[in-house]
């Protein structure tokens, strides 16, 4: 299911792109099946059309993403595209929340690679962005099963690798962690629960990547037409670019194309006995969107 209307600014960075690229990529953008992804073939096409080379034509396409930016406090909008090791490109953006702590916002980086994820992807082969990655965003990456293979495109930039980036890096195999971040993993989780949006919380959470705490939480989120987002925890080695599953969730709801004002439900999963709780987090950010609104909550 998607959005039969395309969100203004999409459609802007659309008409702005050169003719070729703009009149190739428009049908793609605006069939039923969009999902702000483009399949390798869909690429090489466009690639064909517009004459340019693989890394120029993901440049060109930065813009796009960069439209899906929600960035009301810095006015900074930021795109990123991850390429998944299937082959597919997913599109990313930075996403900023009023009323609510600055350690809650999404950068564009983990928004591409969450995507990707959310998408069954279980590794990125590079990611292209329009600035150079933060260190919180560097740190994100190096949780990444392709962590060590990742490469890094930026505009009028010769790609370099993830650890050129941030070289002497701290990360999993520091701390003796073997699954990482996009693996193949599942927690055999289990809800006794009729609730759809309580069961669709816990499948995210079976396969969410929290090997330091161990609180495999999900978040699902119901908008106003009834369709369910959900989104699942990434932990990181460095703790603080940690992604909550609430911010997962809301990047599924984003890069479909939906309002984060047309949140009506919301329920959280997570682990009874962890020695962390994502409780609080979840209440204070929701609210940011409807004092009101419901959270649903089972600890299993």
């Given at each position: 299911m998607r959005r039969i209307t395309m969100r203004a600014e999409v459609l802007e960075a659309l008409s702005k792109l050169p003719h070729e690229l703009s009149q190739a990529l428009k049908p793609m953008m605006t069939a039923p099946g969009f999902d702000a992804s483009l399949s390798p073939e869909e690429f090489q096409h466009l690639m064909a059309v517009s004459q340019l080379s693989d890394a120029e034509l993901r440049i060109q396409l930065l813009s796009i993403a960069a439209a899906y930016s929600i960035a009301s406090i810095s006015n900074f909008y930021v795109g990123a595209i991850a390429r998944g090791t299937s082959g597919r490109l997913y599109f990313g953006a930075n996403m900023e929340f009023e009323s609510t702590s600055m350690s809650q916002t999404v950068h564009a980086e983990q928004s591409a690679i969450s995507h990707a994820w959310l998408k069954g992807e279980e590794g990125i082969s590079d990611i292209t962005v329009n600035y150079s990655p933060c260190g919180h965003c560097r740190q994100f990456?190096?949780?990444?099963?392709?962590?060590?293979?990742?490469?890094?495109?930026?505009?009028?930039?010769?790609?370099?690798?993830?650890?050129?980036?941030?070289?002497?890096?701290?990360?999993?195999?520091?701390?003796?962690?073997?699954?990482?971040?996009?693996?193949?993993?599942?927690?055999?989780?289990?809800?006794?629960?009729e609730d759809a949006l309580l069961t669709a919380a816990c499948q995210a959470a079976d396969k969410s990547h929290a090997p330091y705490s161990k609180n495999f939480a999900g978040v699902a989120l119901r908008a106003k037409d009834g369709r369910i987002f959900s989104g699942m925890y990434a932990e990181n080695a460095a703790f603080?670019?940690?992604?909550?599953?609430?911010?997962?969730?809301?990047?599924?709801?984003?890069?479909?194309?939906?309002?984060?004002?047309?949140?009506?439900?919301?329920?959280?999963?997570?682990?009874?006995?962890?020695?962390?709780?994502?409780?609080?987090?979840?209440?204070?950010?929701?609210?940011?969107?409807?004092p009101d609104l419901q959270l649903a909550y089972a600890a299993i």
């Open positions: 990456m190096n949780e990444l099963s392709t962590a060590q293979s990742l490469v890094v495109q930026l505009p009028e930039r010769t790609p370099k690798a993830l650890q050129e980036y941030l070289p002497e890096s701290f990360g999993p195999t520091d701390l003796g962690i073997t699954d990482l971040l996009l693996s193949d993993k599942t927690h055999d989780l289990q809800l006794d629960s603080n670019p940690s992604l909550p599953p609430l911010q997962v969730a809301m990047i599924h709801m984003n890069m479909a194309d939906y309002p984060l004002s047309e949140i009506t439900e919301a329920a959280l999963v997570e682990q009874k006995s962890a020695p962390v709780s994502l409780l609080a987090d979840t209440q204070t950010t929701l609210e940011t969107f409807s």
